[in-house]
């Protein structure tokens, strides 16, 4: 184990413990696919900002655009008028979206911004004022979008009073639905559209409820991909009722299911979708984007905020969308994916250690595995989200000692994989490596 500096000293005594943190060490640089630490240690980096650094720490290609950017225009000042990095940010980005129709953009900062900015809009656009989230649904960390947060129970004990309006029902995974793990796919997609029913009917009546906001994959809440039928299910339910249905692609967006965004491999349309994380590579930035009569809903003045947009961040962003395409970033992510998979899916079945591995699942190098107890019970009994993450904590701390950072999810036993979407064959090896034996010792 590394000693704790001094500087890490006083992060210590002079940052709040308002946040987890796998360690206290102090990160001094980042290059690609690894982090150099103010100790000595250089760490192979499986977080990547939870899917930030999609390209790499310091992607050369990106940094120098944003240095670039620092020396004409820092802080465009969208108020008065538009500034260039913006609109070359959304010429590259209309030929990405999921769908033709979406073409209408707004920035800010934050992925949790830029969801309560959906909701927003939603609201405006359709008059309407309640919102349906998904239990094991992770959203952010301001008021509206806590409210909209059900994979943290924490944030039901600290602050009050939350978004009012705000109604949830299960996402298809049957730990979330308490149902056995032999339940098909398409029994626990209708027992979820159901209770969707049933939350139209006995809670905020469809004339009431402005949108239903879903991640095309569960982040926080375990990394589980939505079914497409279960996605399908709630695009029906939302033409029928004239709800607008809201993909937050902030964590699974910019190519970490192996497509641009999650959302395209069910085929669905989403109303808006909100992107942030990989849109930048590690610079702040976050946006919606939307049908322009959706968009155009919402009054003159109802939307920004003094850094929304900013110069500097959508410059870092037009590059990094160049850099994708030149590297051919989503092949790389295919063949990763494929390397990952096959590593996990073997330790399921190694005859040590498969029974404590309840499930490897999710798309591209987005990918978690889930742990259980041994004792043969927890496939067909329902877990709570909250059961203790014994496993999971244990073996990211182990990878942290060989020297590799790997995260935990807010809920169930996972593990997760985010490494940088151009990581090599090589590191993506060590990586493996690395967790195979941590999860042996
Ligand atoms: N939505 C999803 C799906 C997320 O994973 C996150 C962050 O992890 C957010 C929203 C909030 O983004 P931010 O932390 O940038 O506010």
Request: net charge neutral; charged share 20%; glycine share 10%.
């Amino acid at each position: 184990m590394a000693a704790v500096t001094q500087l890490a000293r006083y992060g210590e005594r002079h940052i709040a413990r308002g946040l987890n943190r796998l360690t206290n060490a102090v990160i001094k640089e980042g290059r690609g696919s690894y982090l150099h630490m103010e100790d000595g240690r250089k760490m192979l980096d499986f977080t990547t900002g939870i899917g930030v650094a999609g390209l790499g720490h310091c992607h050369p290609k990106i940094s120098k655009a944003a240095a670039d950017q620092c020396l004409s225009l820092v802080h465009g000042q969208c108020s008065i008028a538009y500034h260039e990095p913006y609109l070359k940010l959304i010429e590259r980005l209309i030929p990405v979206m999921p769908h033709p129709s979406l073409d209408t953009f707004f920035f800010w900062n934050s992925g949790a911004e830029a969801v309560e900015a959906s909701i927003k809009l939603a609201r405006a656009a359709t008059g309407k004022q309640n919102v349906i989230v998904m239990q094991g649904g992770y959203h952010g960390r301001t008021f509206g979008t806590m409210a909209l947060t059900k994979s943290k129970t924490v944030y039901s004990q600290d602050v009050f009073p939350l978004m009012p309006g705000v109604f949830s029902v299960p996402f298809p995974y049957w730990h979330q639905c308490g149902l056995p793990s032999s339940t098909p796919t398409s029994e626990l997609v209708q027992h979820c559209l159901f209770q969707l029913d049933l939350t139209l009917s006995q809670q905020t009546a469809p004339s009431d409820t402005a949108a239903i906001i879903v991640e095309p994959v569960l982040g926080e809440g375990g990394y589980v991909p939505a079914p497409t039928e279960f996605l399908q299910g709630l695009r029906k339910v939302c033409d029928k009722h004239e709800i607008l249905l809201i993909a937050d692609e902030v964590q699974s967006g910019f190519g970490r299911t192996g497509k641009y965004f999650a959302i395209e491999r069910s085929g669905v349309k989403p109303d808006i979708m909100v992107m942030a994380k990989g849109l930048a590579n590690g610079f702040p930035l976050s946006g919606i984007v939307s049908r322009k009569e959706i968009m155009d809903r919402q009054s003159p003045g109802t939307m920004g905020g003094t850094y929304a947009g900013n110069a500097v961040a959508c410059a870092a962003a037009v590059a990094c969308a160049e850099a994708f395409q030149e590297e051919k970033v989503l092949q790389n992510v295919e063949a990763r994916s494929h390397e990952l998979f096959g590593v996990l899916k073997g330790l399921q079945k190694d005859s040590q250690v498969g029974h404590h591995i309840l499930d490897v699942r999710g798309a591209g190098l987005m990918v978690g595995v889930e742990f259980g107890s041994p004792s043969g019970h927890a496939h067909d009994k329902f877990r709570r989200p909250d059961a203790p993450k014994t496993l999971a904590s244990r073996i990211s701390k182990r990878c942290l000692e060989k020297g590799m950072f790997l995260l935990t999810t807010s809920v169930f036993d996972v593990v997760r994989f985010i490494p940088p979407l151009n990581i090599t064959k090589e590191d993506m090896k060590k990586g493996t490596d690395i967790f195979s034996e941590s999860v042996h010792e």
